[in-house]
């Protein structure tokens, strides 16, 4: 009988891809960290400040939950009549280690600004291993470590969040009182990249993460600086701009060029130029010292 032959091979294709489309599923499900974190590209530190001729100190923090973060806090220039106008808490990717980010460290130098950078759990030679909720432990530890131990005022802090790091710092903005809040590069939520990346997958019942950054601008009160290229390839540019709407006001957009990793070394003048007039137009001027080193 060819018709109930071919009845049959059809419903068995049908059967063999709903089976294969649930193990895709099942797998995009369980293997979700190793897509979100890629902290063994490049987990050594290949280099540091000093090979920038820069001065930094080597710091240990530890999280609430026990983890040890490495980082770096990179003094502004010591100059005897100017105290730091702000200290740059920079929240990387979710590639690598501090170590290839050292190209922010000169430019935040040169505008006279302290920078303290260090990596997730997981991440260089912090301890651990990411998640979620452990990056914004994370990020409540490093700002702990500059309000209490270095004891630098809220108001002087600037929160510069790269990428994924964009989500985290618009976390800890929305949950403290910094400066103001830079996102570079920044997605709107894990959901909203996984609709695009997987559109034939039901990906906002699988996903496990979140990292929501437009709904938690909904609750930031600072001063929001967003930056973005329309070349990203990797976070599309309409996600910029949906954050650049969502973002209190006062705000302020910056087009880059370039793709989502060296948009910062095509626009790196203007970058500078337009990044610090905004930090000095809401950053207040320090009263006193830029904060201990003790």
């Not at 759990?121 to 432990?137: A, C, D, K, V």
């Given at each position: ?82 105290t ?61 470590y500059?309000?209490e ?20 710092a ?13 996102l ?36 930031v ?64 001027a ?9």
């Amino acid at each position: 009988m060819p018709f109930l032959s071919g009845t049959n091979m059809l419903f068995n294709l049908s059967l063999v891809a709903m089976v294969g489309y649930a193990v895709f599923a099942a797998a995009i499900f369980f293997v979700q960290p190793r897509l979100i974190y890629y902290p063994e590209f490049g987990r050594s530190i290949t280099g540091t400040p000093d090979d920038l001729g820069l001065a930094y100190e080597a710091v240990e923090i530890t999280t609430a939950d026990g983890e040890i973060l490495h980082g770096w806090f990179v003094p502004a220039p010591a100059t005897p009549t100017a105290t730091p106008a702000a200290t740059v808490l920079f929240l990387h990717g979710n590639a690598g280690s501090i170590s290839h980010r050292l190209d922010y460290l000169p430019m935040f130098y040169r505008l006279g600004y302290n920078t303290f950078i260090f990596d997730y759990r997981g991440f260089g030679e912090s301890s651990g291993t990411p998640s979620e909720p452990g990056t914004y432990l994370d990020a409540q530890a490093a700002w702990q470590y500059l309000i209490e131990k270095r004891t630098l005022p809220p108001d002087n802090v600037v929160l510069f969040g790269e990428s994924l790091g964009g989500a985290i710092a618009a976390w800890l903005a929305a949950n403290e009182k910094p400066a103001l809040l830079v996102l570079a590069s920044a997605f709107t939520s894990v959901p909203d990249m996984a609709a695009e990346m997987y559109p034939f997958l039901p990906v906002r019942l699988l996903s496990r993460f979140e990292y929501n950054t437009i709904d938690y601008l909904r609750n930031v009160t600072c001063p929001v600086f967003v930056a973005h290229s329309p070349q990203d390839e990797i976070v599309p540019f309409a996600h910029g701009q949906a954050l650049y709407q969502a973002a209190p006001d006062p705000k302020q957009f910056l087009e880059l060029q370039g793709g989502h990793n060296n948009g910062f070394i095509y626009m790196r003048d203007e970058w500078v130029n337009v990044l610090n007039e905004f930090i000095d137009r809401y950053v207040p001027a320090p009263e006193a010292s830029g904060g201990s080193t003790n």
